[in-house]
């Protein structure tokens, strides 16, 4: 199989889209298929390498999002996104969190007549409110359902982002989850040494995640100050001064990755995570396979990955008295805390991103089936 994945962000940025698409990158070429990325530029052209491990990597000149330098819009055409189609010639398109570039991927896609998947994974019109801008919230929702619907198949991560698409009249949805590696991700990683000296004998409160608005970081105030533990932010983003003035006691320690992440993550003793924006949350899902008890909101991903009172804890969306009172269960209780993180880890470790990659591949050839038979009728309209 010949496949193009284009991403609306891509290396060196690294968020949750650029995670999941190297890992459908590592999972192709196991399986022996070929992979062609296209995604944005980061710097003067030929600044970025033209291929990733022997994968060609084709750049659009981008611009950096206002408030979000490390955030690039992709400029050009559908027109250019075909030629590119064309050029590479691929059994099936996979759209990596569709918007701007992903669209022109889409509706390139469809005058080519290929098989295109969109992977659903950023709540863009969700996000409008929190960028002071809520009454963009239903035209956006009509850009996504306009471009879902070119798409042969859809795939969201959660059970949330299933319903909620169909809500919105998206036709085609099917649930494709993230998988974890819980190997790096493991609570052998536990750094003692670090821990005293962060906390200074302190139960570990941590949030890993985008400082930023659509995360809820404001939230995190109301268990800066239990007793007995210190808070431990990992991150960066647009309110990252503005948290720190906020927080003085914090513990701030910029964006971590690699083996870094994965000791810090281990050496929590709650993972918090207050967004509820989520259409997955990987982070969670990273906490659980490091032992690590979850506290987040129960909207959206999170409620497909926290057992509540097994694995974490799921408090009421915007109960930030419910949210304090659930942590201090955890970091106030040791057996509790011990009996939550092993039930945590044993509830995600199964889920490899080798078995994911095989169950994506198995929606790669479905779509090229559906697409084979011929365009389906467009779908009805819904408010």
């Known amino acids: ?31 022996g298929h070929d992979a062609e990325v296209i995604a944005p530029s980061y710097g003067p052209a030929g600044s970025a390498p033209a291929d990733l491990d022997g994968v060609p990597v084709h750049r659009l000149p981008a611009l950096p999002l206002t408030g979000y330098p490390d955030v690039r819009v992709a400029g050009g055409t559908v027109a250019r996104v075909r030629r590119l189609l064309e050029r590479i010639g691929p059994d099936v398109v996979h759209a990596a969190s569709p918007f701007v570039l992903g669209r022109r991927a889409v509706v390139a896609a469809d005058q080519l007549g290929l098989p295109c998947v969109a992977v659903y994974q950023t709540d863009v019109p969700g ?93 995190l105030a109301a268990v800066a100050d239990l007793p007995g533990t210190r808070l ?36 929590l ?56 009172d659930r942590v201090a269960d955890l970091t106030g209780d040791e057996a509790k805390r011990a009996a939550f993180g092993a039930a945590a880890r044993a509830a995600v470790r199964g889920r490899t991103w080798e078995a994911l990659g095989d169950e994506l591949l198995g929606h790669y050839r479905d779509a090229a089936a559906l697409r084979a038979t011929g365009p389906r009728p467009a779908p009805p309209r819904t408010a």
């Open 127 to 219: 996000y409008a409110a929190k960028y002071g801008a809520p009454f963009l919230e239903q035209l956006l929702w009509s850009r996504v359902r306009s471009m879902h619907e070119l798409a042969t198949l859809t795939l969201a991560p959660s059970t949330a982002s299933v319903r909620q698409l169909a809500e919105h009249g998206v036709p085609d949805v099917r649930l494709w989850r993230r998988g974890v590696d819980a190997v790096r991700f493991a609570p052998a990683h536990r750094d003692e040494r670090w821990r005293r000296e962060v906390g200074g004998g302190r139960r570990l409160v941590g949030y890993v995640g985008r400082i930023a608005p659509e995360k809820q970081v404001e939230d």
């Open 232 to 267: 431990v932010v990992v991150g960066s983003g647009p309110e990252e001064e503005a948290l720190r003035r906020r927080l003085p006691g914090a513990h701030f320690t910029g964006f971590l990755g690699g083996a870094q992440l994965a000791r810090v993550m281990a050496s």
């Open 269 to 324: 003793d709650v993972f918090v995570h207050p967004g509820e924006f989520e259409t997955f949350c990987q982070t969670v899902q990273e906490a659980m396979a490091s032992g690590v008890p979850v506290v987040a909101t129960g909207r959206g991903g999170p409620v497909d990955l926290v057992d509540s009172s097994r694995t974490g804890w799921l408090y009421p969306p915007g109960d930030l008295g419910a949210l304090r």
């Open 1 to 31: 199989m010949r496949v193009a994945l284009v991403a609306e962000q891509f290396l060196p940025h690294m968020n949750g889209v650029t995670h999941s698409v190297l890992r459908v990158l590592e999972h192709l070429r196991a399986r």
